[in-house]
């Protein structure tokens, strides 16, 4: 169900914690939470984070297109593989994200998936412009429900009901078990459920609840799911304009760096010095945890292109050389010695499973 791997983070509808009416610039809110996943069958994995997530409202256009920053925080962790524990390091990094005037993402950012945790966070939704705020009403839609890896059709209810002064705006499946919507047949949506609770005087969203659970299906068995996401808003302010200016040219220097990177084809550790000036001129700023998600993003691509160098270098010294003599086993547990098939054509297939 999870791999450590190097992937692009998807930003699954991500709006303004106040709602796409409540991005105004200089708006900032910072949410604290725990989040729980527990695999159990053949895949069993355990474990339980704490993170805090800081949005950063940088512009809004008369068209109502937004642009906003969100700051990552992960304390150290373990996680739970069976018998066999990893304790995960401290994450911090920064994603900037274009929204429409729906609260959407016009574009997914792309990023190095450097914690495990952050695949569950980067998908956290506030609330959509399109879901009802009056108590009373409901609204259904064919929007698939996002999971950490996948989207699964079937469509959504949205209600929403007084709370103590406050409305409370619950999502669920129309049907389950939902179908997977890239069409991915060995794992469905068993159920799934969002909860967020607005303040009406403000727009703010106080707390956000989710949980799903997912079942799949490959050669090792049957995998069941659980995910349970809970955060608090824990403060709400808003920026003076010379702070505001501040962030949107530190944005604006931290994505022209990080184009760089994505775009070299030579030496990419020739980017290290301006890393290095960066990373002095965000001292004190929100988006100092930028400097060190860039130079792990350097390092990434550095040792890419070392392993391909390298395996070029292989490759070029094995080229019509004798293959070296060994000896293995066929799939029907015979001893197969690489000599004895001299003259014939031997395709040698190299693999792994985790």
């Known amino acids: 169900?999870?791999?450590?791997?190097?992937?692009?983070?998807?930003?699954?509808?991500?709006?303004?914690?106040?709602?796409?009416a409540g991005l105004e610039p200089g708006r900032e809110w910072v949410y604290e939470g725990t989040i729980s996943v527990v695999e159990t069958g053949a895949h069993a994995m355990k474990t339980e984070?704490?993170?805090?997530?800081?949005?950063?409202?940088?512009?809004?256009?008369?068209?109502?297109?937004?642009?906003?920053?969100?700051?990552?925080?992960?304390?150290?962790?373990?996680?739970?593989?069976?018998?066999?524990?990893?304790?995960?390091?401290?994450?911090?990094?920064?994603?900037?994200?274009?929204?429409?005037?729906?609260?959407?993402?016009?574009?997914?950012?792309?990023?190095?998936?450097?914690?495990?945790?952050?695949?569950?966070?980067?998908i956290v939704p506030f609330l959509l412009a399109s879901a009802p705020r009056e108590p009373g009403r409901r609204v259904e839609d064919e929007i698939p429900m996002p999971t950490q890896?996948?989207?699964?059709?079937?469509?959504?209810?949205?209600?929403?009901?007084?709370?103590?002064?406050?409305?409370?705006?619950?999502?669920?499946?129309?049907?389950?078990?939902?179908?997977?919507?890239s069409g991915d047949e060995s794992t469905t949506l068993e159920s799934y459920r969002e909860s967020w609770l607005v303040d009406p005087a403000s727009g703010n969203v106080k707390s956000y609840d989710r949980t799903w659970k997912t079942h799949a299906k490959d050669d090792d068995g049957d995998t069941t799911e659980d995910v349970?996401?809970?955060?608090?808003?824990?403060?709400?302010?808003?920026?003076?304009a010379d702070d505001l200016a501040a962030r949107r040219k530190e944005a604006e220097a931290i994505a022209t760096v990080r184009a760089k990177l994505t775009a070299s084809e030579g030496d990419p550790t020739a980017l290290a010095p301006e890393i290095d000036a960066l990373d002095k001129s965000l001292r004190g700023s929100p988006f100092a945890v930028a400097a060190s998600d860039l130079r792990e993003m350097l390092k990434g691509i550095a040792e890419t292109r070392a392993a391909e160098e390298q395996e070029q270098k292989v490759l070029e010294n094995l080229i019509g050389k004798a293959a070296p003599d060994f000896t293995g086993k066929d799939l029907d547990g015979k001893e197969v010695r690489l000599e004895s098939l001299r003259g014939k054509v031997v395709l040698l297939n190299f693999w792994a499973s985790w």
């Open 1 to 20: 169900m999870w791999a450590f791997t190097l992937s692009a983070i998807a930003c699954w509808a991500v709006a303004s914690p106040g709602g796409a």
């Open 49 to 122: 984070q704490r993170f805090r997530l800081r949005y950063l409202s940088l512009e809004k256009n008369d068209a109502g297109e937004s642009k906003i920053a969100l700051v990552q925080s992960v304390e150290s962790g373990p996680w739970r593989f069976g018998d066999h524990e990893t304790q995960t390091q401290p994450y911090e990094g920064v994603l900037f994200l274009s929204l429409g005037a729906d609260g959407k993402p016009k574009e997914l950012p792309a990023t190095l998936m450097t914690h495990p945790t952050v695949p569950y966070l980067s």
């Open 149 to 181: 890896w996948d989207e699964f059709k079937g469509g959504r209810i949205w209600t929403a009901e007084s709370v103590d002064g406050a409305v409370r705006v619950t999502c669920v499946p129309k049907t389950v078990p939902a179908k997977s919507a």
């Open 228 to 240: 349970v996401l809970s955060m608090r808003l824990a403060t709400s302010a808003t920026s003076s």
